[in-house]
């Protein structure tokens, strides 16, 4: 009995936080605000070269030999860093760049771009085509 | 007395079902600067829905054990004393500094404690977020010693449960500061804000339940700044709102080090060293990414 209770109430809650409508605005990235959350998320990692998703869903920066990943997660986002040359290979197919995390907390990561991987990447596959997406150097 | 009277968290329950409308209204309103997301929202109470059912398959032997050590007491704490009601409101509290310190310091208890942690947001449905796997862990052996100490099981399990109803109303942006009297001494919305806090200058700080006074003790209090604005969440937030991976991911991560560990030594650090740890340095604990901050912070 207390354990219907229970589940008729997180229903209900449920049911209420989805009508209030009051999760945290979410634009999609610019330039300046996916720099500003790599340096939260990485702090002391420079920034070679950023992307910004061209649905501004996320980002994925360069960073000596690593890549930095933010991606949107409900209002929120999740970061993690992977060996740039993984990311660089990693399958690109219909604009949506799909990136292992190898991480079971955050397995993977998409990221929507025109093309990947980015010009002068330093990668030897022959199917290797310039990114055009929203790129900025530092 | 071995049986409880009352359990002051089924008690609560109409009042937490209550608190968290009242918060959604608020927000909703503007009133006060609140933030749900839907499926956020689903995970935490779907957590702590969960924590219910989990809880009855080790309450049995928790509950045994507290009984065979209450039955080896040294001392006889009458149930009706006021004293020994002071008495373990102290002692409990106490008792749940340590544990809340132990289950963020040490990985193995970490991995019980991390899904309370695991939103990004917080508010009275983040309170909970609770652990599907705190009774496997072994933590309730903490409170042992007070049963030892002749406080009866019941009246162990009613303090425990005023002490969860208590930290319920913390899980909260809606109050900024309590008078500064009642922020000297009581765990508020705002040391606990900082406690769910991932920004590196508040990891691993305000372990209280009810008193604050044991972070000031032990060094382990941060008040929040006005400069520094909580940002929530783990130091690597999780991917999406699966309740599983929220439950399980640590002990998982906690697999696969021990599959690939190599000596006795790196079996006890994945198990029991800080959570982070790892034999090369590689990765980040609370302590290499408060001394990184520092760093930076004092170079400029």
């Known amino acids: 009995m207390q354990t219907a209770g229970s589940a008729v109430a997180v229903g209900v809650l449920i049911a209420f936080a989805a009508w209030a409508k009051i999760a945290k605005p979410m634009s999609p990235l610019t330039d300046a605000r996916a720099r500003a959350l790599m340096a939260e998320e990485f702090p002391g990692r420079p920034i070679d070269a950023l992307w910004v998703a061209t649905d501004g869903a996320g980002a994925l920066a360069r960073s000596g030999a690593a890549a ?5 997660v409900g209002d929120g986002y999740v970061a993690r860093h992977i060996p740039w040359a993984q990311a660089v290979a990693s399958s690109f197919r219909d604009g949506v760049l799909r990136l292992d995390l190898s991480d079971v907390a955050a397995p993977a990561a998409r990221l929507a771009f025109d093309a990947w991987p980015p010009l002068g990447a330093e990668v030897e596959a022959a199917n290797t085509k310039p990114a055009k997406g929203r790129k900025t150097a530092s | 007395m071995i049986h409880a009277p009352f359990d002051p968290v089924t008690l609560a329950v109409p009042f937490f079902v209550l608190a968290v409308i009242l918060e959604i209204a608020l927000a909703r309103f503007r009133v006060t600067p609140s933030n749900y997301e839907t499926r956020d929202t689903m ?3 779907s957590m702590g829905f969960g924590s219910q059912i989990a809880g009855l398959l080790t309450a049995g032997a928790a509950f045994a054990a507290t009984i065979w050590v ?3 007491r040294i001392f006889t704490v009458p149930f009706t004393a006021w004293w020994g009601w002071v008495a373990i409101f102290f002692l409990e509290d106490l008792t749940y500094y340590w544990f809340h310190r132990l ?4 990985r193995f208890w970490w991995a019980a404690h991390v899904n309370h942690h695991s939103s990004q947001h917080y508010n009275l449905s983040t309170a909970l977020r609770q652990t599907w796997t705190g009774g496997v862990s072994g933590t309730w052996a903490l409170w042992l ?6 406080f009866s099981p019941a009246q162990i399990a009613i303090q425990k449960g005023i002490s969860l109803v208590y ?3 913390i899980h909260t942006e809606a109050i900024k500061r309590m008078p500064a009297w009642f922020e000297a001494v009581f765990n508020t919305p705002s040391h606990h804000r900082v406690h769910h806090a991932r920004n590196p200058r508040y990891l691993d700080r305000n372990y209280a339940g009810i008193l604050i006074i ?3 003790m032990f060094g382990t209090f941060q008040p929040e700044l006005d400069e520094e604005k909580c940002r929530y969440g783990i130091v690597k937030n999780l991917g999406d709102f699966n309740v599983l991976r929220a439950a399980f991911h640590e002990w998982i991560g906690i697999g696969k080090d021990l599959l690939s560990a190599r000596s006795p030594r790196e079996v006890a650090g994945y198990l029991f060293g800080p959570p982070g740890w790892s034999p090369d340095g590689s ?3 609370s302590a290499t990414l408060r001394a990184q901050w520092e760093a930076e912070r004092k170079a400029g």
């Open chain 2, 43 to 45: 995970a935490s109470l």
């Open chain 2, 167 to 169: 930290q319920f109303w």
């Open chain 2, 283 to 285: 990765r980040e604990t």
């Open chain 2, 214 to 216: 044991w972070d000031r």
């Open chain 2, 70 to 72: 209450w039955e080896h």
């Open chain 2, 103 to 106: 289950s963020h310091e040490r």
């Open chain 2, 145 to 150: 010693p007070l049963a030892f100490f002749g």
């Open chain 1, 68 to 72: 930095l990943v933010l991606c949107e």
